[in-house]
């Protein structure tokens, strides 16, 4: 079958748009080109169209602010993960339920005892007793069991279990122990976020800047 | 109003963005369906955010609506991400998600998405020093001219670069219905942008 060669004007003109932006089909290209090649008026339309393309490319070119692309990313997760954790039927043992209601179920108990925690630290420190207030989480304080790089956390007490737990979603942690006297948790990374080349440090660093988390350090191992 | 050097704007010899990146973006796709990864969700997402949220905007979504027809269509990706066959562009399917939702919000919110403003020509600084700024203030104001139909069909093509077929498929109508609605639009550009005006003659 021998190619379609419509070489009108009209059939030409109107495809001008995907000449200009560079999509035209491949059947169409050639004949469309040979036709602006002789066609005064299509030259000119076909350089009107480019304008127009370049000038609507350069408008798009404006970045969105990366700020608000994450808090609407956020937004969107939280909501596919309070969708997915209300469709996993509880089976009532921490290992039966998805991750996402495991981390609910731990965050619900945690903050509850995190507010407890917070409360005897202060009451210890008030106190003087060195037991409690001289008692500093740091770096260097051993946790075993981990099998991922960690890092230990305390939440603002005003962070809200969905806070915490879009927190903990978007680093790629887990709790694995806590709340322990001061209200800290050790999360670890999951298999993923190692593979995407995050670390204890760098998600520590992450989390200390965000105002729901009030300390962040990597645990060592 | 003097224009750029037309001679200067050579074709676009790369790739347009709707051509690219289609497969590593079904590799993010496959990675969803298959294990809900949710860094491959992140970068999706990145990747049209910005697209989307311009084209929405040029379809007089409301700032406040943008966000939620974005997620939308996101939640449709989410969840039907093993549904996708292939049949098009990645692309395709998903800026065709969100013109459907971004419908959907217009009509619930019974906006008019044509312009009936008069065209306020005071508010095109000609006396510019910056020819492309200018023509892109024209450019912007000779878009909210236009019907919803026919901005659309000009933005994923110039914009967004897609092809005609592809247009017809997010905008789910025939070829023909494309290259028509993109004819008036060009026509009505003309009308309004000085610098079009002066460059091509009447097409009659």
């Not at chain 1, 993960?81 to 089976?91: D, F, N, Y």
């Not at chain 1, 981990?146 to 879009?166: E, G, H, M, W, Y």
């Not at chain 2, 109003?1 to 497969?23: C, F, H, V, W």
Request: with cysteine.
């Amino acid at each position: 079958m021998s190619p379609r060669i419509p070489d009108t004007h009209a059939e030409a003109w109107a495809l001008l748009p995907w000449l200009a932006n560079g999509r035209i089909a491949a059947d169409d290209r050639e004949w469309v080109e040979a036709h602006v090649g002789g066609c005064a008026e299509c030259r000119a339309e076909l350089a009107a169209q480019r304008m127009v393309a370049s000038n609507t490319s350069r408008e798009a070119e404006q970045p969105v602010a990366a700020n608000e692309e994450q808090k609407s990313f956020n937004k969107l997760w939280a909501r596919i993960e309070a969708a997915e954790s209300a469709t996993t039927p509880a089976t009532g043992t921490l290992g039966g339920g998805s991750r996402a209601s495991r981390t609910v179920r731990w965050l619900a108990a945690a903050v509850v005892v995190q507010a407890v925690g917070l409360g005897v630290l202060g009451f210890g420190a008030l106190r003087g007793d060195p037991a409690h207030g001289g008692e500093i989480v740091t770096v260097a304080t051993p946790e075993p069991r981990l099998n991922a790089p960690a890092v230990r956390i305390v939440f603002s007490p005003q962070a809200s279990i969905d806070t915490v737990n879009t927190l903990l979603v978007h680093q790629g942690l887990s709790i694995v122990s806590g709340p322990g006297i001061h209200g800290n948790f050790t999360a670890e990374l999951s298999t993923d976020a190692v593979a995407s080349g995050a670390s204890a440090e760098s998600v520590a660093q992450v989390m200390s800047k965000d105002p729901n988390v009030t300390f962040a350090q990597p645990v060592a191992r | 109003m003097a224009l750029k050097s037309i001679e200067s704007q050579s074709p676009r010899a790369s790739p347009a963005p709707a051509a690219t990146n289609d497969a590593s973006e079904r590799e993010l796709l496959e990675r969803i369906a298959r294990s809900k990864d949710q860094a491959a969700f992140r970068t999706l997402y990145g990747n049209y955010y910005q697209r989307l949220s311009r084209l929405l905007a040029r379809m007089s979504v409301r700032r406040e609506d943008i966000e939620e027809v974005i997620n939308d269509t996101f939640w449709v990706v989410w969840t039907k991400a093993g549904e996708f066959r292939g049949a098009s562009q990645l692309s395709t399917w998903i800026i065709g998600i969100a013109y459907r939702r971004a419908l959907n919000t217009l009509r619930r919110a019974k906006l008019r998405p044509v312009s009936d403003e008069p065209f306020d020509e005071e508010s095109v600084s000609v006396g510019s020093s910056e020819e492309d700024e200018t023509n892109q203030q024209w450019l912007s104001l000779g878009l909210e001219r236009l019907p919803v139909e026919q901005r659309m069909a000009l933005e994923l093509t110039y914009t967004l670069g897609h092809s005609c077929e592809e247009v017809a498929a997010i905008l789910d109508c025939p070829v023909n219905t494309v290259k028509t609605r993109l004819f008036r639009a060009r026509e009505t550009l003309k009308q309004v942008l000085p610098a079009l005006a002066g460059m091509s003659g009447d097409h009659s």
